[in-house]
């Protein structure tokens, strides 16, 4: 089993900044591939950043320039840094991993999301 933590949420001004972080605990091996994803009321979710094992990261477009994706692999950690934030930021954020466990069977989990308001 592998279970994602999420940490970092709240309350915002706009043009302020929140600092995600979503540990992996378990019996983990490896992790492939880690993203952020969010989910507006009414919305549907979507994937804000992602990075992959070698360090490749994938952004949407309307958080380039504002959002950085990290890790710490001695951790089993990432992060999500969100700078200049907007209140169509406005949503609940998932963060989401695929790996190895230390069987070396394969995981897909995810964290139980954590809410991110921006006011203006």
């Known amino acids: 089993q592998v279970q994602l933590v999420e940490s970092g949420g709240g309350l915002v001004q706009a043009g302020g900044s929140l600092r995600l972080s979503c540990a992996a605990s378990?019996?983990?091996?490896?992790?492939?591939?880690a993203g952020w994803y969010r989910q507006a009321p009414g919305k549907q979710r979507e994937l804000v950043a992602g990075?992959?094992?070698?360090?490749?990261?994938n952004y949407a477009d309307s958080v380039k320039g504002r959002f950085t994706i990290s890790r710490d692999n001695g951790r089993n950690t990432a992060y999500l840094q969100m700078d200049s934030l907007k209140p169509e930021d406005t949503a609940v954020y998932y963060c989401?991993?695929?790996?190895?466990?230390?069987?070396?069977?394969?995981?897909?989990?995810w964290g139980q999301g954590t809410q991110v308001t921006v006011s203006s």
């Open positions: 989401n991993a695929r790996g190895l466990e230390r069987s070396w069977r394969s995981f897909d989990s």
């Open positions: 378990g019996s983990v091996l490896s992790i492939a591939a």
């Open positions: 990075i992959s094992s070698g360090g490749s990261t």
